[in-house]
């Protein structure tokens, strides 16, 4: 039988999650923005709707909205969704309360996080799902309609949150250092630009990868050796 998947919200990360759904499911797009809702679907070919009742038949209804939305949102799709549906909500730092919870015991309700960047990823960086479920036929499900990312996982997704803040904040921190030791050599600002932006994060990756030069790797080996 053919899963029906609903995507509610398209913005920016809904969009990345409904442009990598799989052809094999029966995709629908839900906004209150129409002319958002109408380009996603007509762009990864779905249907879409403007209200939640529309999601009342879908198998996967993924929740993809801003952290104050969600919870009134889950508790609404508590009364519509059918017996067995699984509702995933993708908002980093929002989480299921147990009130909604408790409002529809025959819904699946799964905390289910990104480890990324918006923007990277719909640059093509990969990224990394946390899934906070530990029945197996759940997850087999919510992973086949995210074949869009790196790796899918079950795990602890309440410290995604977490870790996605302190790579952000010291991202930030390390962009800004950058910037201010550059100002002195004069340069334009689209100089710094690409210091930051290529150099700086292509650094990164390659000492995420392994694949540092020398003495890079000798510096890398020093501070973390550092306390």
């Known amino acids: 039988?053919?899963?029906?998947?609903?995507?509610?919200?398209?913005?920016?990360?809904?969009?990345?999650?409904?442009?990598?759904?799989?052809?094999?499911?029966?995709?629908?797009?839900?906004?209150?923005?129409?002319?958002?809702?109408?380009?996603?679907?007509?762009?990864?070919?779905?249907?879409?709707?403007?209200?939640?009742?529309?999601?009342?038949?879908?198998?996967?209804?993924?929740?993809?909205?801003?952290?104050?939305?969600?919870?009134?949102?889950?508790?609404?799709?508590?009364?519509?969704?059918?017996?067995?549906?699984?509702?995933?909500?993708?908002?980093?730092?929002?989480?299921?309360?147990e009130a909604v919870r408790a409002k529809n015991p025959k819904v699946h309700m799964i905390d289910t996080k990104i480890i990324g960047h918006a923007m990277s990823m719909s640059q093509g960086s990969p990224c990394f799902v946390v899934v906070n479920t530990e029945d197996q036929a759940i997850f087999d499900k919510i992973q086949h309609i995210l074949p869009g990312y790196k790796k899918v996982v079950m795990g602890n997704s309440d410290v995604v949150s977490e870790i996605n803040a302190i790579g952000s904040s010291e991202g930030i921190r390390a962009a800004v250092k950058v910037r201010k030791m550059l100002k002195k050599y004069d340069i334009p600002k689209d100089w710094e630009d690409i210091v930051i932006y290529t150099v700086c994060a292509g650094t990164m990756r390659s000492y995420v990868e392994n694949d540092l030069g020398h003495f890079a790797r000798e510096l890398a080996d020093k501070l973390e050796a550092e306390e």
């Open 1 to 97: 039988m053919t899963l029906k998947v609903a995507v509610i919200g398209a913005g920016r990360m809904g969009s990345i999650v409904g442009k990598q759904l799989p052809n094999d499911v029966e995709k629908l797009i839900i906004d209150t923005d129409e002319t958002k809702a109408k380009a996603l679907a007509e762009e990864i070919g779905g249907a879409y709707a403007l209200t939640l009742d529309a999601a009342k038949d879908a198998d996967i209804i993924d929740v993809v909205l801003p952290t104050p939305a969600v919870n009134p949102v889950m508790g609404q799709l508590a009364d519509i969704a059918k017996d067995g549906a699984i509702l995933m909500n993708m908002a980093t730092s929002a989480f299921i309360d």
